[in-house]
């Protein structure tokens, strides 16, 4: 698989993922996809809660099921899907915890994973260590 293709199935799984979003309070449906070295795929969609401020985003949710399976490393690439009809279909970019959660899973396995904000019309690529820069992780634990 090339890495185009590789980044267009991880954004269909996203967008699948999405379809089954538990977000009944915000109406606002997100999907991520994560791609590991191994060529697995492991999805997420954000759950939320009558609670509001439990909810659960889709990376975390991806990474929480990674991590639970015994992942821990090998993170290449994210996808992050959001509605289209929502944000003027600008690329959607990972919120400041999802950032510091899917930092921890990469830290672990020693990659900076390539993180797919997708929109509407454009897919904005950027690096987890742009849109974390000085990361606190694990091995500032060491
Ligand atoms: N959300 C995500 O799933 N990921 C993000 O990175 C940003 C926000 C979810 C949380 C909530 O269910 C909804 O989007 C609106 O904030």
Redesign the pocket.
Known sequence: MTDPQREDALIAAARDAALRSY?PY?E?S?GSALGFADGSVVTGT?I?NASYGL?L???TVAVAKAMADGVRGGLEIVA?TGPADKGGGAP?T??GR?RQVLNELAQLGGTDPLVLCVGDTETRRVRLSALLPHAFGPASLD
């Open positions: 977000s915000s606002y997100v954000n939320e909810a985003c889709a990376e992050v959607i990972p919120c999802c």
